[in-house]
């Protein structure tokens, strides 16, 4: 499902972000990505979904080989990730419902079954009600739901999230927390990046522990292991 063998991440300006990085992450398993800031937490994942290249070595997510992936195809390889963010990325003009319909639209699903799909999407996160909703009248979990609404709206085989929980309180964490899990249960790809001790020692999924761009830790049913 995803792979990297031997990955080399170094930014242009000489940056080095990842260095030899080789895992292997199968299919409808959930994996926590934890370590200090500027570990290569973000760059691991953006690799994943084609946001940046790596310098040297092998990716290869839902089939597709990143490095070698031609540009007209990214669209194909983004349609098989759904991609959540600490900062939502939400449309500010868009209602809840058009930001989630936005990327049907891009790939042209036709209108009724983007309309479909769409009411699916926010009744599976809860938030059908707040459909005709703008983000800014909506709470931080709330606009989190409704950009895991659009992650998941075509039925995407990965889910990737950086830091999904980072600017939420620890209520609103653990009800994101919980959609993730149950995004999972339906036999979805869970990687997810975060600083959320609580919620790592307590779900005790698999653990990839990045440190200076290595991996340091790699463990079955594992723990946070920072003090931070
Ligand atoms: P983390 O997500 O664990 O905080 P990142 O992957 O964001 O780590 O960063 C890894 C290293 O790469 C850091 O030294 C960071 O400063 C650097 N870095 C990240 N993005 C860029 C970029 N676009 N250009 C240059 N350096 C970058």
């Given at each position: 499902m995803i792979e990297m063998q031997d990955v080399w991440k170094e930014y242009p300006n000489g940056t080095p972000a990842l260095n030899g990085v080789s895992v292997q992450i199968g299919k409808s398993e959930f994996v926590y990505v934890v370590g200090p800031s500027g570990a290569g937490k973000s760059t691991f994942i953006k690799l994943m979904y084609r946001e940046e290249r790596p310098t040297r070595g092998h990716i290869f997510v839902n089939g597709f080989?990143?490095?070698?992936?031609?540009?007209?195809?990214?669209?194909?390889?983004?349609?098989?990730?759904?991609?959540?963010?600490q900062d939502f990325k939400l449309l500010p003009n868009l209602t809840a419902a058009e930001n989630?319909?936005?990327?049907?639209?891009?790939?042209?699903?036709?209108?009724?079954?983007?309309?479909?799909?769409?009411?699916?999407?926010?009744?599976?996160?809860?938030?059908?009600?707040?459909?005709?909703?703008?983000?800014?009248?909506?709470?931080?979990?709330?606009?989190?739901?409704?950009a895991?609404?659009?992650?998941?709206?075509?039925?995407?085989?990965?889910?990737?999230?950086?830091?999904?929980?980072?600017n939420l309180d620890p209520e609103s964490s653990w009800g994101i927390m919980k959609l993730f899990q149950r995004i999972n249960d339906r036999g979805t790809t869970v990687v997810m990046a975060t600083h959320n001790r609580e919620i790592v020692n307590t779900m005790r999924k698999r653990v990839i522990a990045i440190e200076r761009g290595q991996i340091v830790r790699d463990e079955a049913k594992g723990t946070y292991g920072y003090e931070d």
């Open positions: 080989n990143i490095e070698r992936l031609k540009h007209r195809k990214i669209p194909l390889l983004r349609r098989s990730i759904g991609v959540v963010f989630v319909a936005f990327a049907q639209e891009v790939i042209g699903v036709p209108v009724r079954q983007t309309r479909r799909r769409v009411r699916e999407a926010l009744e599976w996160v809860g938030l059908a009600d707040k459909a005709d909703v703008l983000p800014s009248h909506l709470s931080g979990g709330e606009q989190q739901r409704i895991i609404a659009r992650a998941l709206v075509n039925n995407p085989q990965v889910i990737i999230a950086d830091e999904p929980t980072g």
